[in-house]
């Protein structure tokens, strides 16, 4: 199975409520990434786990956060949502190949802060 | 600056037409990877390529590191082919997006 799944699909949330977005794999890789993505705009790397080491960029640095229990899970979240945050959310995961990385995608999570 | 400068950042063919989508990067390459996705869709991988031309049915990348270029070409376009075609350069275990190609093909 070389399918990234996220949950859920489409979330609705309120300003200044949490939101708490799932990632899974199942094809053993050692990195998993979280991308937001807004319409016209390339997808923007905010954080990348690999292993268990958290990775946050850094202008997105204090508005996400996440957790990665497992090799399989990796989730996102945010603390209190704000309108800026509707998008849509990609999580990716990576194998090393041949000295690079080859990226699969998840379907996304649209998420409309309300 | 960007490290990816993907071109056109449109394009409306009519179907049966040929198509050329190039990014430019201006950083070093480990790979380039170019990807589709359909109106609410997730990214779908069309080519790895560090290097070099592959060919996928209509579709053919080519990755030339000295020229700091990648394109894909799509022949005979179909109407299903609408969509927005993204790059993705891996650069030192950093990836780095273009802002996408948008698609339509017309019947």
């Known amino acids: 199975d070389t399918t990234v799944k996220q949950n859920p699909r489409y979330k609705l949330a309120r300003v200044g409520k949490p939101v708490n977005l799932i990632c899974s794999q199942t094809m053993n890789h050692d990195t998993m990434y979280w991308y937001q993505k807004k319409p016209n705009q390339a997808p923007k790397l905010l954080l990348f786990?690999?292993?268990?080491?958290?990775?946050r960029e850094a202008d997105t640095f204090e508005k996400f956060q996440s957790s990665r229990p497992n090799n399989s899970f990796c989730s996102l979240y945010i603390g209190s949502a704000g309108l800026e945050y509707s998008a849509m959310y990609l999580c990716?995961?990576?194998?090393?190949?041949?000295?690079?990385?080859?990226?699969?995608f998840g379907s996304g999570t649209r998420l409309t802060v309300l | 600056g960007q490290q990816v400068q993907q071109s056109p950042a449109s394009l409306v063919l009519q179907e049966g037409e040929n198509a050329e989508l190039q990014c430019n990067f201006s950083?070093?390459?480990?790979?380039m990877q170019w990807f589709y996705q359909r109106p609410g869709g997730s990214l779908v991988s069309l080519f790895y390529n560090p290097s070099g031309t592959k060919h996928s049915g209509r579709l053919t990348s080519t990755t030339v590191i000295k020229e700091r270029r990648s394109s894909l070409h799509i022949s005979s376009s179909q109407t299903t082919d609408s969509g927005t075609y993204l790059c993705a350069l891996d650069s030192n275990n950093r990836i780095f997006f273009g802002d996408g190609t948008q698609l339509v093909v017309k019947p």
């Open positions: 950083t070093s390459l480990n790979s």
């Open positions: 786990y690999y292993d268990k080491i958290l990775n």
């Open positions: 990716a995961s990576s194998r090393w190949q041949g000295g690079a990385e080859t990226l699969y």
